[in-house]
């Protein structure tokens, strides 16, 4: 069963401008992770916070974590043509060693030139 | 990084045949691979996790017998689908982590399957 919710599932921005997407979940996490996938293609691994994680960074990336509201966020500052994709955050809730990913169910983001 | 390929990248069969799709792990060892399947503009959902040498694990809901599942090596796991039906046509990704404590995982480029 799925175990976050993103919201939105659709956003279109215009090339430039920050895209925020949001993901929230049920259980207590490990860590949480953040994938790009472009139309039929497989998935992209853009970071990883951990559960003793508020917030991290990569490039013009930037996701925050917050555990007692079981969610995150995905920012994207500075949008380009290429960053048109599904964004999916995917928990990591299982016993250590196992790692089973859980998915949301995703956010498409297009980006107008 | 780590790459995992996926053989065939797409793949059409006639209802009641089985279809082989592969999956590998090329630069690294992996001790536990993971299936999904993907219907369209909808998200992942894990069907099974398969460790090196032992026997898949099944999510709920998922027939072991319909989707089989080897790991046969730490570089190689099979799923086939047995007497496929149109309603398993989807999207088929697999993803492999290595030993130890990693937290990532790396994701194949996918299978389509179509069945007619």
């Known amino acids: 069963s799925q175990q976050g919710e993103e919201d939105p599932q659709a956003l279109s921005i215009q090339e430039g401008e920050n895209a925020t997407m949001n993901c929230s979940y049920k259980t207590s996490i490990n860590n949480l992770q953040w994938y790009r996938q472009n139309s039929g293609r497989g998935l992209v691994h853009l970071i990883l916070i951990r559960s003793n994680e508020r917030e991290k960074h990569s490039g013009r990336l930037r996701v925050t974590l917050d555990t007692s509201k079981k969610s995150s966020s995905l920012l994207i500052t500075a949008s380009r043509a290429a960053d048109t994709a599904s964004y999916f955050c995917a928990t990591d809730a299982g016993i250590q060693g196992a790692q089973k990913l859980v998915f949301g169910q995703g956010t498409r983001l297009t980006i107008n030139p | 990084g780590a790459v995992v390929s996926q053989h065939p990248s797409w793949v059409i069969c006639k209802s009641g045949t089985s279809v082989k799709i592969e999956c590998r792990s090329l630069d690294f060892q992996a001790t536990t691979m993971f299936w999904y399947r993907q219907f369209p503009k909808q998200s992942l959902m894990l069907m099974a996790t398969s460790n090196e040498g032992s026997k898949a694990t099944y999510e709920q809901g998922v027939e072991k017998d319909k989707f089989l599942i080897n790991h046969a090596s730490l570089t190689l796991s099979t799923l086939t689908v047995t007497s496929a039906h149109p309603e398993d046509s989807s999207f088929y990704i697999c993803?492999?982590?290595?030993?130890?404590?990693?937290?990532?995982?790396?994701f194949g480029p996918g299978t389509r399957l179509t069945v007619t």
């Open positions: 993803s492999a982590r290595t030993s130890g404590y990693s937290y990532e995982q790396y």
